[in-house]
């Protein structure tokens, strides 16, 4: 079968701020900074990415879909990230090993183990 997993859209209220917070975050370029599709990828020969498009309505309830993201250090990027302004968040977690954070647009995701462990 000839398929491949090109990239995640992301609805967002304001694409190019949304994609460039996510840009810092992930250390990630940009392939089109368009207010109609921000996109970036791991590099520009490089999939998945990620395509930030707008969309009217305010985000809602819990994702349905999230990122896993697995660090080297789990507290430095946790920091990182919560200075960059991403914010705690509490979808019904619990204790874990993780940390679940959202982006500026309130759109979760978490922070795994370091990777070390």
């Avoid at 994609?19 to 992930?26: C, F, I, K, N, V």
């Avoid at 946790?78 to 982006?103: F, I, K, N, S, Y």
Wanted: with cysteine; glycine share 8%.
């Amino acid at each position: 079968m000839g398929l491949e997993w090109e990239q995640v859209v992301v609805d967002a209220a304001d694409p190019v701020a949304l994609g460039r917070w996510w840009t810092a975050a992930l250390g990630w370029v940009v392939l089109n900074d368009s207010a109609r599709e921000y996109e970036i990828r791991p590099a520009p020969d490089r999939v998945p990415g990620l395509i930030f498009v707008p969309v009217p309505e305010a985000k809602a309830g819990k994702n349905r879909l999230h990122l896993d993201l697995r660090p080297d250090d789990q507290a430095a990027e946790v920091a990182r990230l919560l200075a960059l302004g991403a914010r705690r968040a509490d979808v019904g977690q619990g204790e874990q090993p993780w940390v679940v954070l959202a982006d500026p647009e309130g759109n979760e995701f978490c922070v795994l183990r370091d990777r070390r462990t």
